[in-house]
């Protein structure tokens, strides 16, 4: 009796050593986020199914988001030319529009909402022939008007507009900028209203 309680101690003692090393061996979550490691576009699209995933279902884990985020701009800036590039950043600015907003620090939400308009001026600038590179102009606008930046606002939806005028959302953009008064002076929005 005595040698199986022994040999029970035992095998927990070893046990409950083994675990305690490899948990000081693995890096915490926290630690991923702050310093993301080098992954492998893989991991960086399994990571952003699964962050899309509870967002969906109402779970929107902000540590995640942003853990996609870093890895995705980290990735980009290291690997430029790949094809995974441009995707990659309009995705981060998405999310990262997405984490401000959710925000219910002022100050927080004010640096991670330009956060996300610097990302996407990244991808503006780094990958302008990227197809879908409207989506970039539109995000960025609508972090400016959430923003309260109506005039910012305003002048990247002309520039979406000029730049795609035949596409559908040009054309809707076109008539939001009209129908919101950004195209009309403050006289002609008062001459609408009274007729």
């Given at each position: 009796?005595?040698?199986?309680?022994?040999?029970?101690?035992?095998?927990?003692?070893?046990?409950?050593?083994?675990?305690?090393?490899?948990?000081?061996?693995?890096?915490?979550?926290?630690?991923?986020?702050?310093?993301?490691?080098?992954?492998?576009?893989?991991?960086?699209?399994?990571?952003?199914?699964?962050?899309?995933?509870?967002?969906?279902?109402?779970?929107?884990?902000r540590?995640?988001?942003?853990?996609?985020?870093?890895?995705?701009?980290?990735?980009?800036?290291?690997?430029?030319?790949?094809?995974?590039?441009?995707?990659?950043?309009?995705?981060?600015?998405?999310?990262?529009?997405?984490?401000?907003?959710?925000?219910?620090?002022?100050?927080?939400?004010?640096s991670?909402?330009?956060?996300?308009?610097k990302?996407?001026?990244?991808?503006?600038?780094?990958?302008?022939?990227?197809?879908?590179?409207?989506?970039?102009?539109?995000?960025?606008?609508?972090?400016?008007?959430?923003?309260?930046?109506?005039?910012?606002?305003?002048?990247?939806?002309?520039?979406?507009?000029?730049?795609?005028?035949?596409?559908?959302?040009?054309?809707?953009?076109?008539?939001?900028?009209?129908?919101?008064?950004?195209?009309?002076?403050?006289?002609?929005?008062?001459?609408?209203?009274?007729?």
């Amino acid at each position: 009796m005595k040698k199986k309680l022994f040999l029970l101690i035992s095998i927990a003692m070893l046990f409950l050593g083994c675990q305690s090393k490899s948990e000081e061996s693995t890096p915490s979550a926290e630690a991923k986020v702050q310093a993301p490691a080098t992954v492998d576009p893989q991991a960086i699209i399994a990571l952003y199914k699964e962050v899309d995933s509870l967002t969906q279902l109402g779970n929107m884990d902000r540590q995640k988001m942003q853990q996609f985020v870093d890895e995705a701009v980290e990735y980009a800036e290291r690997v430029p030319n790949d094809t995974l590039a441009p995707h990659f950043l309009l995705y981060a600015g998405v999310m990262q529009m997405q984490v401000a907003f959710s925000n219910a620090n002022e100050q927080q939400r004010l640096s991670q909402a330009e956060e996300a308009v610097k990302i996407l001026e990244k991808l503006l600038q780094d990958h302008p022939d990227y197809r879908n590179i409207i989506y970039a102009y539109y995000y960025k606008a609508q972090i400016y008007e959430n923003l309260g930046k109506q005039e910012k606002a305003a002048v990247t939806y002309r520039n979406l507009v000029d730049r795609f005028p035949d596409t559908e959302l040009g054309k809707n953009i076109s008539a939001y900028l009209q129908a919101g008064g950004y195209e009309k002076s403050a006289e002609e929005i008062m001459q609408g209203f009274k007729k």
